[in-house]
């Protein structure tokens, strides 16, 4: 399985050049965290380097920030976008909607 997720990965990263930086990080986020991550959590933006993720509260935050170091690594990988940072804020989603976790 992990095989599979390297080629899958690696033709990712090809698609994804012609994409902006954001938006290529923004893509490549659910390959890098997992699909159930992605569903609770919101890329927000990227600026100078540091690209911010919404997380629906404090647990979230905390749980992410552990997580930080790796995810850093991976989207910088596949994106080919180089990363400083990965910052969490806590907010509601930019749809009005519930994230997943509080339904």
Excluded at 32 to 38: D, P, T
Aim: charged residues 25%; hydrophobic residues 45%; positive net charge.
């Amino acid at each position: 399985m992990d095989r599979m997720r390297d080629v899958l990965r690696g033709s990712m990263a090809v698609s994804l050049r012609s994409m902006t930086p954001e938006d290529r990080l923004a893509a490549a986020w659910p390959v890098v965290c997992g699909q159930r991550i992605a569903e609770r959590t919101e890329v927000l933006g990227l600026e100078a380097g540091k690209l911010r993720i919404r997380v629906a509260d404090a647990a979230w935050q905390q749980q992410m920030q552990s997580m930080a170091e790796r995810l850093r690594h991976e989207l910088a990988r596949i994106a080919g976008v180089p990363l400083t940072d990965i910052l969490f804020l806590i907010g509601p989603a930019a749809s009005g909607r519930a994230p997943e976790s509080q339904k």
